[in-house]
């Protein structure tokens, strides 16, 4: 009862107010997050889509996150995450700012990664930042440089060579407990497909409909499953796979199968040629990006999607 009444407060309360009202009083947002983070130790469920909410994470990862942070041992309370853009709207900032972890963010965009100083938080809070376009040549001297080891969260999110830079990125010592990959389901849950390899990739060229990114499901889980993780769950929009170090998994975090994991997101992002929104959805997404040369990484050809 407690539950639904916290996340009916939560839902009415992010209705109400504007995108540049809910920026400018992010005390009032932490307080419900802490709120709904403390609720989650009175809940009786191992399904983590029931912990659910959102604070600054685009959907209910916030939530997740703070679920996952509670039922698995972190060594250091430390967080890489890239793809961030200004770091508003993020999946480890409420993690940040809830439970004090520190961090590295990387974003292509000079401009976004310049306005993190801006913000009245940045001096509270251990963050350093860069920017720079991350590809499979620069990807391990720049984590190298954190000096970060054992962390507990790392999440990528590029919306290009995901698949391709997890693959490269060598985690014996960065050794994360928790990794947040995101996928594209529009990819399917049965093919282990990616796009190709392209070290200047960028959504909004590959292909106008910006249906064209990143990897499968399965593509994610099988280069997990070779560095020792186990895929745990992904959130109810569809576009966050969750996994865990095998060695951390215990009657609360169990692995689960692709099945029962996949999800088909409902958001309606898809372009027309002049990059207004056409707000297809379903198959009509597959049969846009129908053809295109999709790489599949058993066999390490080319293919049609």
């Known amino acids: ?3 639904r009444i916290i996340n009916k407060i939560s839902r009415l309360f992010w209705s109400s107010i504007s995108k540049a009202y809910r920026s400018s009083n992010e005390t009032a947002l932490l307080a419900i997050g802490a709120m709904l983070s403390k609720q989650q130790w009175s809940m009786n469920s191992n399904r983590i889509n029931d912990y659910e909410f959102k ?3 685009q959907f209910g990862d916030d939530g997740i996150i703070q679920y996952l942070i509670k039922n698995i041992e972190i060594k250091n309370e430390v967080f890489i995450e890239f793809g961030v853009e200004n770091y ?4 480890t900032r409420f993690l940040m700012m809830n439970n004090n972890w520190s961090g590295f963010v990387m974003d292509g965009s000079e401009k976004a990664m310049n306005s993190l ?3 009245n938080w940045y001096w509270r809070y ?3 930042h860069k920017a720079v376009f991350i590809d499979k040549d620069n990807i391990n001297e720049l984590l190298k440089s954190t000096s970060f080891s054992d962390i507990g969260l790392l999440h990528i999110d590029i919306d290009g060579n995901d698949y391709h830079i997890f693959e490269e990125i060598d ?6 407990s928790i990794i947040i990959l995101e996928y594209n389901s529009v990819f399917g849950k049965d093919r282990l497909i990616t796009v190709p390899y392209d070290k200047n990739f960028v959504r909004t060229k590959a292909h106008f409909s910006n249906l064209f990114f990143g990897a499968s499901l399965p593509a994610l889980n099988y280069a997990a499953i070779k560095k020792g993780y186990s895929l745990i769950g992904s959130n109810l929009a569809g576009n966050n796979a969750y996994f865990v170090r095998k060695d951390l998994l215990n009657d609360k975090i169990k692995e689960l199968s692709i099945d029962k994991v996949f999800r088909e997101n409902k958001f309606r992002e898809s372009r027309n040629k002049d990059y207004s929104l056409s707000y297809i959805a379903g198959k009509e997404r597959i049969e846009c990006i129908k053809g295109l040369e999709v790489l599949n990484i058993l066999t390490n ?3 049609k999607f």
């Open 1 to 3: 009862m407690m539950r």
């Open 55 to 57: 604070i600054f994470s």
């Open 88 to 91: 508003i709207e993020s999946n």
């Open 117 to 119: 100083k801006t913000r």
């Open 126 to 128: 251990c963050l350093t």
């Open 171 to 176: 985690l014996s010592i960065l050794n994360p």
């Open 301 to 303: 050809q080319l293919e």
